[in-house]
């Protein structure tokens, strides 16, 4: 017996797993198209008139994604699919900025996206983010204000180049 068996009892879990599902849904009807900004101010999240531009629309989706995995609501699905067909559109149109968080955005929404449904726009709208930062040069090596550390973002960026590379086979990805 570990020393938390009788804290997280199926009782618990199931407790907490309820509650993820209604806080979900609440967020999903409150936010709609209307996205929470990344960050609470004084614990109120507001809508983000921008947050196509913002790094955290790949974990939103993302997390949708997980949900209907974990419930089998098709809601969640649907809901995260709208998410990420949105993103691919803008960067198909180019209408969404460059980021050094490439990896944040992509992976968790259009990875998702090809996994649950081969979303083929969705393997088009990764190679688009890893075009970008092969040509910005958004790799750890060159980013000089993060000389000496690593950020997640850094590794995550790196993943979507190596999975790119894997799926294209084209080596620019991968040097």
Not at 78 to 94: F, M, V
Not at 99 to 125: L, W
Request: proline letters at 2%; hydrophobic letters at 35%; one cysteine or more.
């Amino acid at each position: 017996m570990n020393q938390f068996s009788d804290i997280l009892s199926n009782d618990i879990l199931n407790k907490v797993k309820e509650n993820i599902y209604v806080v979900l849904k609440r967020s999903m009807l409150k936010f709609h198209t209307n996205m929470p900004a990344s960050a609470s101010e004084n614990g109120v999240y507001t809508f983000n008139p921008n947050f196509y531009d913002d790094w955290h629309v790949g974990f939103w989706a993302g997390i949708y994604y997980l949900a209907h995995e974990m419930f089998g609501d098709r809601t969640f699905l649907s809901y995260a699919e709208s998410i990420t067909e949105a993103l691919q559109q803008k960067t198909i149109n180019r209408t969404v900025w460059e980021s050094p968080d490439e990896g944040f955005i992509y992976m968790p929404s259009c990875v998702n996206s090809f996994k649950v449904n081969r979303n083929y726009q969705s393997v088009e709208t990764l190679c688009i983010a890893a075009d970008r930062m092969v040509k910005s040069n958004m790799d750890v090596e060159k980013d000089k204000l993060h000389i000496g550390r690593t950020k997640a973002g850094d590794i995550t960026n790196l993943n979507l180049l190596r999975l790119v590379g894997l799926i294209s086979t084209n080596e620019k990805y991968t040097r």
